[in-house]
């Protein structure tokens, strides 16, 4: 059974502060996302120099067309990431050149998001997002943490298939209700790495997602 | 008047060989895209080395929640960057996200793509998507250089905004059809960084394009 349920969002802009905090919650954390602002600020190599540390999801939101990605997550499989992130609606044929080129990575499709804009095109074609993620063979979902009534949904739709949720913490979801609604794994950011206390802040999460699942 | 029409999409991955083309091709070309795959191998601050040669688009393909979208913005306009693209799909909030934090750098909004997956969420949605753009005040549109009813659909919505058309060359579009059909510019990669001689293939295509505007 997996002993933890938070993954750490390294939305920080240092690979040393991002490595100082890997330190002190590494052993209590599945493991840590990273998006692109610290990589445009600290390379590519900080997906590699964290992968040493803890599982790497790189959330590269990607949405190009099939050549394009297919040479996006080629560079992250390289450093050794855990993990990416794409997108759906950019379609069958892109979402599937992720998966071919993806080798070991997991492949994680967003179908859900947890901002407003994300109403007017995305969640209006979820069930379809679904679906072409399901026949493209993709590891997982993106399911919002703070939307329990999509994350339900989601959670129906995905069967065996792992559900991720950021929006928990700082965009207002609450840990356990994400756990509950259906999130294998929620992503929490600011409210880890703006802590006076990462250690303890990590600490009460996992303590309060205790029986949850 | 604009003299050139054409954009190189720099898709190497090798900062020396950009360079390298600019200097042989950067007088007669309007600019250069450059995307994901070279700012992986290269670091961002290839976008800075480029943009004292050339016109730099930053082909980043936006699609995040507006937090996101905003520091990965900031960070290609401290490199210098002359414009930026950003998907629309992720909604109106994310979309004036990348406007806001922009400053001087153009926003161009996907609102189609050249691929075939593109006509199973995109494409259906493209009118709408075109009207959140136009309201967030972005200066231009990408639409696809190999697809004239597409291309000239979006030129009658656009105004006097910008359409930049990739899929021009290696993908099938024809230079001058595209800029006949509505293009200002057209975007043109491995028909000019494959070719034996680029600064030919380059005259070749300007050549074609006099008299069209």
Redesign the interface.
Known sequence: MVKNRLIVAL?L?DVERALGLIHEIGDNIYGAKV???L???E??GVIRKLSKETKVICD??L????N?VR??TE?AREQGGFGIIT?S???????SAVVRSAGPMKVFSVVA??????????TP?MD??ID?SMDAGVSGFIAPGNNYEVLRHIRKRAGKLTILSPGVGAQGGDPSLAIRNGADFIIVGRSIYNSENPSNTVRQINNSLKGVF
Request: glycine residues 8%; negative net charge; charged residues 15%.
């Open positions: 939305d802009y998006n692109w602002p990589i445009m600020s390379g590519i590269l939101k949405a190009d067309i099939p394009t040479l996006i560079k997108h609606f950019t379609g069958s044929d892109s979402l998001m947890s901002h407003a804009g994300s109403s007017e095109f995305i074609s379809s997002l072409i």
